[in-house]
C-alpha cells in the first residue's frame, strides 16, 4: 500500500510559478509510474504529467507542455511538478497519482493510488 501526500499549492498570478511535490509513504515507490492529473469546478480530472519508473520518460498534455516539467527523487520518494508561466486556466484541484505497473500511462483508471489533492489558483 501507498499514500500520497501533495503539497505546494496555493495563490499565484499569472505568469507565476509554483512547485508542487507528491510524497510517497507506506513503501517505496521508486518502481512505480506517477502521474499529476487535475480537476476544475464542474470538469472532469484531466491528465498533466506523467513520469514512468525509469525517471527518463516523462508525457506532458499539449496545454502545459513547455511550461511544466515532472521529474522525481526516489532517494526522497517524491515527485515534483515545477509549473512555470501559469495562467488562470490551470486553476485546479492538483492530484498525484501513482501505479506499481512502471511505464507511462495517461487515463485515471490506470493508477491505484491518489493523493488526496492540492490546490492551484492563478489569478489574472
Known amino acids: 500500500q501507498v499514500q500520497l501526500v501533495e503539497s505546494g499549492g496555493g495563490l499565484v498570478q499569472a505568469g507565476g510559478s509554483l512547485r508542487l511535490s507528491c510524497a510517497a509513504s507506506g513503501r517505496t515507490a521508486s518502481n512505480y509510474r506517477v502521474a499529476w492529473f487535475r480537476q476544475a469546478p464542474g470538469k472532469e480530472r484531466e491528465f498533466v504529467a506523467a513520469i514512468d519508473w525509469t525517471d527518463t520518460n516523462t508525457y506532458y498534455t499539449d496545454s502545459v507542455k513547455g511550461r511544466f516539467t515532472i521529474s522525481r527523487d526516489n532517494a526522497k520518494n517524491t515527485v515534483y511538478l515545477q509549473m512555470n508561466s501559469l495562467k488562470p486556466e490551470d486553476t485546479a484541484v492538483y492530484y498525484c497519482?501513482?501505479?506499481?505497473?512502471?511505464?507511462?500511462?495517461?487515463?485515471?483508471?490506470?493508477?491505484?493510488?491518489w493523493g488526496q489533492g492540492t490546490q492551484v489558483t492563478v489569478s489574472s
Open positions: 497519482a501513482a501505479d506499481p505497473r512502471g511505464w507511462i500511462a495517461l487515463g485515471p483508471n490506470n493508477y491505484n493510488y
